[in-house]
């Protein structure tokens, strides 16, 4: 069975341009989790949604938007970007809620570099 | 918020049992401790989760405290893949967010 995919892998972009970065669920899997990590730091949260709804968000500013379709997959979406965002971007799925003893599965990530 | 505290890191003989520390000393009564690991360039990896008891699977055993403010991850035989970054987690719910919070992690470094 495939894992969770994410898209692009690897990114470059410049000061106030927009990202679009995708991400499919591992098949059954309703809740989509996206994660930032910086070099040498722990993942942030950043969003959850499931059945298509947000559920959870962090502290994020509302540069940082995202959406899930019917199909479960999801996107995030960076708008001016700035130095500071870059960062490894992360992916999960899991089978509900995304916690409450429910296992989260991650993507490899997508590496994006801003200019 | 619910945080969780690690060493920053740790080191142990190849073979040899590890156990990993986590204080979580705000963490509410139906939260779940959740423990994944990371391994260079690869995203996070589930190895072990529980509510209050002891759990054990294939990859690790969970102890947790009885007041559960702290637990520890153990693998009882380690070997040089699991040289990683392991978190420890606490699922945070307030307000109607379904926060999820990292620990900043343990590296662990397996000697030959």
């Known amino acids: 069975d495939a894992g969770v995919t994410q898209s692009p892998t690897h990114l470059i972009k410049t000061r106030g341009q927009h990202v679009t970065l995708r991400c499919s669920p591992i098949?059954?899997?309703?809740?989509v989790s996206w994660y930032q990590q910086v070099l040498g730091q722990g993942p942030q949260f950043i969003f959850q949604?499931?059945?298509?709804?947000?559920?959870g968000r962090g502290n994020f500013p509302d540069r940082f938007s995202a959406r899930q379709f019917p199909n479960y997959s999801s996107e995030l979406n960076v708008n001016a970007l700035l130095l500071g965002d870059s960062a490894l971007y992360l992916c999960a799925s899991s089978l509900e809620s995304g916690f409450l003893g429910d296992t989260q599965y991650f993507g490899p990530g997508t590496r994006l570099t801003v200019l | 918020d619910a945080k969780t505290t690690q060493p920053n890191s740790m080191e142990s003989n190849e073979e040899e049992p590890v156990h990993l520390p986590c204080n979580h000393s705000t963490i509410s009564g139906t939260d779940y401790i959740h423990w994944y690991r990371q391994l260079p360039s690869q995203g996070p990896e589930y190895v072990i989760h529980g509510l209050t008891s002891n759990v054990n699977n294939r990859m690790a055993s969970l102890a947790i405290a009885e007041d559960r403010k702290s637990s520890t991850l153990i693998l009882h035989r380690a070997t040089l893949r699991d040289a990683a970054v392991y978190y420890c987690i606490l699922r945070d719910f307030r307000e109607g967010d379904d926060k999820i919070i990292f620990g900043k992690g343990t590296r662990l470094h397996i000697l030959p």
């Open positions: 949604y499931y059945e298509k709804e947000e559920r």
């Open positions: 098949s059954g899997h309703k809740s």
